[in-house]
């Protein structure tokens, strides 16, 4: 994999972790369907796309799941053996050689890309059962199964520890429940920072006026964001204690603000809001920042009934480029608004082909209106998918930065120890163009209109500009 894409895949990581653990008390076996989602052998099986992460979902089609044996209880901890300096002697665990046994094997059998892109797959189970019988704690062990599927390079698959699933479930459900101030934030590497994708309603961020875009630059003195990584904790603690935050909006000096920690619960939200063109026209402008919470087509029906109340819009913006995927289900149900019918087809490496039927359910005119669908990339998986889909079909005119190409679907696979891989499984066909591959070509705007996320704010973004001028010139 090349540095740049790298970079990417790490920095999508990193959104995915603070989706889930600075968001929920922290983008499918009830399947996931990211295209990057989730199934068992001696496991359970379902159906995703991200790895993010990314997020126990409703199942896309797979194959029939083999029930999830009952777990093999511990082993009962190790006795410490004192010497000079005392040592903790860690014994193998014969619940972990079942994972990963079970791991290597779903891989094997399951795995999109029949070449494990050039990895030689059974070299690496020689290279790391030895290591799990050598004995590990649960964090060693969790952290080599990632490294391990990591290997495969495919900056999708992924592997997540029993509490990553109990907090995935808990997100794609709705149900966060946290104590914190209530922002879901994106490390900027490059800068140190973390930028503000969106505010939970009723937080104590809304409540201190922190906007998406707003930049946090520190906490307590503390730089957020620096080469050890996203430093997400020092947001969270005790409920009803306070932080001093260093805070920037783009184009103004930095601030301080004094923010108290309390509980934030629901869902990840959509914003919205009307937008007017230079001609006066009527945009509806949409933050889609996950599919990986299960209300998230319902809060869009909802804002589009909002958005008419007044009457018709002459447009719509759907902003797809902080959008790291989540559930076939909720993707097919937001897509659901703008177009209807077959947008395309997943196979898998014995060219097993499934339908992608994506039923209509217009609000109010909302199938006719014009799309701009703004992309970029940090655009991933079913964020990825849902844009190529209405540009494919004719529905959408796309804005912004080339993606990354990562629009596998992923299924997933729930072990005995209640951990869970989501592995690479099918490959995406647009039905119009079915000679594209996206994964390779990634989703290429029509207008190119780059855009640094924590460097404009809504009413500075080129990208937004592009499609409001856009719309006045579409008569």
């Excluded at 002697?89 to 779903?106: G, M, R």
């Excluded at 990632?146 to 390079?153: A, K």
């Excluded at 990840?268 to 889609?288: D, M």
Aim: overall charge negative; hydrophobic content about 35%; aromatic content about 8%.
């Amino acid at each position: 994999m090349n540095s740049a894409k790298r970079i990417g895949a790490y920095r999508r990581y990193l959104i995915f972790a603070i989706l889930l653990l600075t968001i929920l008390a922290c983008q499918a076996t009830s399947p996931l369907s990211r295209p990057a989602e989730s199934q068992a052998q001696s496991s359970a099986q379902t159906t995703r796309a991200l790895p993010t992460v990314t997020y126990t979902l409703p199942p896309t089609a797979s194959s029939t799941p083999s029930p999830t044996p009952s777990p093999t209880p511990l082993p009962p901890s190790p006795t410490p053996t004192l010497t000079a300096t005392p040592t903790i002697i860690v014994t193998p665990s014969a619940l972990q050689l079942e994972v990963f046994d079970d791991l290597w094997q779903t891989i094997w059998e399951s795995y999109i890309y029949p070449d494990f892109n050039g990895l030689d797959w059974e070299a690496i189970r020689e290279e790391y059962r030895p290591l799990v019988e050598a004995g590990l704690s649960d964090e060693q062990f969790y952290l080599t199964m990632n490294e391990m599927i990591f290997r495969l390079e495919d900056d999708h698959s992924v592997y997540l520890s029993p509490r990553d699933v109990q907090e995935e479930d808990a997100e794609f459900a709705g149900t966060n429940d946290y104590v914190g101030i209530g922002v879901l934030a994106s490390p900027v590497l490059e800068r140190n920072q973390a930028t503000i994708i969106l505010v939970f309603p009723g937080s104590p961020a809304e409540d201190a006026g922190l906007k998406s875009h707003d930049n946090l630059l520190a906490v307590d003195g503390q730089i957020l964001v620096d080469e050890e990584g996203f430093h997400r904790e020092l947001l969270r603690g005790p409920e009803g204690t306070t932080i001093e935050l260093t805070v920037q909006t783009p184009g103004e000096e930095p601030r301080q603000l004094t923010v108290s920690r309390q509980r934030v619960t629901g869902s990840v939200p959509v914003p919205y809001e009307e937008l007017i063109t230079f001609q006066g026209k009527r945009i509806g402008y949409l933050l889609l920042a996950t599919f990986a919470d299960e209300t998230v087509d319902e809060q869009v029906g909802e804002a589009l009934k909002a958005l008419t109340t007044a009457g018709p819009l002459d447009g719509i913006i759907l902003d797809n480029r902080q959008n790291g995927g989540g559930a076939d289900t909720v993707a097919r149900s937001t897509l659901a608004f703008f177009t209807r019918g077959v947008g395309g087809y997943f196979t898998d490496r014995q060219n097993h082909r499934r339908t992608f039927n994506i039923v209509g359910t217009d609000v109010n005119g909302s199938s006719q209106i014009p799309v701009v669908v703004l992309v970029g990339p940090d655009t991933v998986s079913f964020g990825e998918l849902s844009s190529g889909i209405l540009k494919d079909m004719g529905e959408a005119y796309i804005i912004g930065e080339l993606t990354g190409g990562n629009i596998e679907l992923l299924r997933g696979f729930d072990f005995a120890d209640g951990s869970r891989a989501w592995i690479a499984h099918e490959k995406f066909v647009p039905r119009n163009h079915p000679e594209e591959d996206w994964e390779i070509s990634g989703i290429i705007p029509d207008l190119l209109a780059p855009s640094n996320w924590d460097e404009v704010t809504l009413e500075t973004d080129p990208a937004v500009k592009a499609a409001l001028d856009y719309f006045d010139g579409n008569e």
